[in-house]
């Protein structure tokens, strides 16, 4: 079975730090671009990062650059997402997926071609 299950989501304050996880199983995440997408409920997405399949690349929403670090970890079949310098604007549910990944880090999702998770729900308030 395809699956992809995010993990280390929480409340956090302003400035602190997450470190979010993505567990697939069912396929190779080196086959695929992959990243990671924000959203709140009755909301569109909002792209936050994103790894090409051919050469790792990785590219970030300008509004996370320089605070998150997408890495893959193809031996174990994860992907993560660490977060620093949280902000109130952080606040949503964390998505990871298969994609096509853009240079603004947003990740394209097809539906009926791509993969996701659940979500993990990422809280940063004071």
């Known amino acids: 079975q395809v699956e992809l299950v995010e993990s280390g989501g929480g409340l956090v304050q302003p400035g602190g730090s997450l470190r979010l996880s993505c567990a697939a199983s069912?396929?190779?995440?080196?086959?695929?671009?992959i990243g990671w997408y924000r959203q709140d409920p009755g909301k569109e997405p909002v792209g936050v990062s994103c790894?090409?399949?051919?050469?790792?690349?990785?590219y970030y929403a300008d509004s996370v650059k320089g605070r998150f670090t997408v890495s893959r970890d193809n031996a174990n079949n994860m992907l993560y997402l660490q977060m620093s310098s949280l902000k109130p604007e952080d606040t949503g549910t964390y998505y990871c997926?298969?994609?096509?990944?853009?240079?603004?880090?947003?990740?394209?999702?097809?539906?009926?071609?791509?993969?996701w998770g659940k979500g993990t729900l990422v809280t940063v308030s004071s």
């Open positions: 997926s298969t994609g096509r990944c853009r240079t603004n880090g947003v990740l394209a999702v097809r539906s009926g071609m791509d993969y």
């Open positions: 069912g396929f190779r995440l080196n086959g695929f671009d």
């Open positions: 790894i090409r399949k051919s050469d790792g690349s990785t």
